[in-house]
């Protein structure tokens, strides 16, 4: 699983390089920041795709894990559909005496295939989303309390009830302001121009999805496998 956070801070270094070249605007050629404005909200949307992706590939590589038998199935995991097509190629490549020359002749590449075409219809962005897709991969009631118990973000309520309540709501607010821009370009209708974007607003909320997602990287408390 080590590719999904390498991926994700990669998509996190790009972000910054973005933010670069709004400084760089910015400085050297006195462009106002309202004009540079949309730089911001390009960050906030690959923000939320890349914590998307995370997701998806986090919650694909353990369930193939768990259908390889190399960590226990989850009832979620149990659930889901697989064709028989499918299936017939898995008994097929562990029943194999001889060791496998291509990907087509190994278990975890039918199991891929079939689990991305499951996957790839799903969005994993909102915070309920975020809980039911884990549940694929974690038998776990409380999985948020343990993911922020590895956080190091400055939480501002007062107890851990509290400050769950701050975290979901904070990720489905994330996830709301990127789908304005991304299907109203931002726009409020009631004074007929963008909202505003605060610089500081945008920094608290990349570090908070960084700390989120690297947490739920942390607690990967199935053992998946590393090398995937």
Request: charged share 25%; net charge neutral; with cysteine.
């Amino acid at each position: 699983m080590v590719n999904t956070i390498t991926t994700f801070n990669t998509c996190i270094r790009d972000i910054q390089k973005m933010r670069g070249f709004y400084v760089f605007l910015s400085d050297h050629y006195k462009i106002a920041p309202e004009d540079l404005s949309d730089l911001l909200r390009s960050e906030l949307v690959n923000l939320v795709s890349a914590m998307d992706r995370f997701i998806h590939e986090f919650v694909r590589i353990g369930i193939i894990n768990s259908y390889t038998n190399k960590t226990p199935q989850t009832d979620k995991c149990k659930s889901i559909s697989i064709k028989f097509s499918t299936l017939n190629k898995v008994i097929e490549c562990q029943s194999r005496k001889t060791p496998p020359t291509c990907n087509e002749e190994t278990a975890e590449y039918w199991i891929n295939n079939e689990i991305k075409t499951i996957l790839k219809s799903m969005s994993f962005q909102k915070i309920d989303r975020i809980k039911d897709a884990l549940s694929y991969i974690w038998d776990l009631d409380h999985k948020i309390p343990v993911i922020m118990s590895k956080m190091h973000y400055p939480f501002p309520e007062s107890t851990p009830n509290a400050n769950q309540k701050f975290l979901e709501k904070k990720i489905d607010l994330i996830v709301s302001r990127r789908n304005q821009i991304v299907h109203e370009a931002d726009y409020d209708i009631s004074i007929n121009s963008k909202q505003t974007i605060n610089i500081n607003w945008l920094d608290d909320t990349i570090l908070f999805v960084k700390e989120f997602l690297s947490s739920t990287y942390k607690c990967n408390f199935l053992g998946a496998d590393n090398k995937q």
